[in-house]
């Protein structure tokens, strides 16, 4: 029993490698939090209102810099990320997958610097005002140096997780757990092969309706099979359904090219036996 918990505490740190960073992280914040707290009720330092003033311009302006430093190399990172995926169509949907987490990353990061340097620039300004008693000041101050901290480090964490070699097969192995929970191991060469014949139909049915219609849109920027699978729905070769099937199909097929064990289960082998009759029958 003990053997297969450390295989299994192996096999979630190497999925979530920054696991144990996160938690001494939120460890350690929880107890700045307190001394926060008890600094407030029973002052340990004494703080000179020009002092803190510069230390929170400071703050607000290296923030801002690395911020901007961040943003624009996620930009230039995530272009020539996209372009992989159009080099290589079974990167599509991890590409798409890991843009979508960056993406909402980024943007955690962009409130979280605009409050550090609203809060900050505040202090500056109206720190030295009278009317704030003295452990509300303490507060804020202590708060918003806090908030600075946390920030750095969600933006290093941000930078690590875009430099990871390893992001494309851990996030393989995420979305395939998602796209199938069962746990019984199927034949990959066998899905592999019933798989090549599922495409071989499809793209079939696409090319004998260009040959009744002439001229059939695509969806630009998209892999072929994403493309034909949207051109035999909107034109009714396949319905709502089998298309969900083949959708599903298609990301469990490129996801297990750059999984790490390269393991199928039984569930989506069936499930590929069962899409490839449907497309016989419309032959």
């Not at 490698?17 to 939120?26: D, E, R």
């Not at 300004?125 to 920030?151: D, H, I, K, P």
Request: aromatic share 10%; glycine share 6%.
């Amino acid at each position: 029993m003990n053997r297969k918990n450390k295989i299994r505490s192996r096999r979630v740190m190497y999925r979530y490698p920054h696991l144990i960073g996160l938690m001494i992280f939120a460890v350690l914040t929880g107890i700045v939090q307190i001394m926060v707290i008890v600094d407030c009720l029973f002052p340990l330092m004494v703080y000179e209102t020009d002092a803190v003033s510069s230390v929170m311009s400071t703050c607000s302006e290296v923030l801002a810099g690395l911020y901007g430093i961040t943003l624009t190399g996620y930009i230039f990172f995530a272009d020539r990320f996209q372009n992989t995926s159009k080099e290589d169509e079974s990167l599509y949907d991890a590409v798409e997958a890991l843009l979508l987490r960056y993406n909402h990353m980024a943007g955690f990061i962009s409130l979280m610097c605009l409050a550090c340097i609203v809060l900050a620039e505040g202090i500056v300004l109206y720190g030295g005002n009278t009317l704030l008693s003295g452990g509300l000041y303490r507060f804020w101050v202590n708060e918003t140096l806090l908030l600075c901290f946390c920030t750095f480090d969600l933006i290093l964490y941000f930078v690590i997780s875009v430099l990871d070699p390893h992001k494309i097969k851990r996030i393989s192995s995420q979305q395939k757990t998602k796209l199938s929970e069962d746990k019984t191991a199927g034949d990959p060469e066998e899905f592999m092969s019933v798989w090549r014949e599922i495409e071989n139909n499809l793209y079939a049915l696409r090319e004998e309706l260009i040959a009744k219609m002439r001229f059939i849109p695509g969806a630009k920027g998209k892999p072929q099979l994403v493309q034909t699978l949207e051109v035999l729905r909107n034109y009714g070769r396949i319905n709502h359904g089998l298309w969900r099937k083949l959708d599903t199909l298609r990301q469990y097929h490129n996801l297990s090219l750059h999984d790490l064990n390269m393991a199928v289960s039984q569930e989506m082998c069936d499930l590929a036996k069962d899409v490839l009759s449907e497309l016989e029958k419309k032959k």
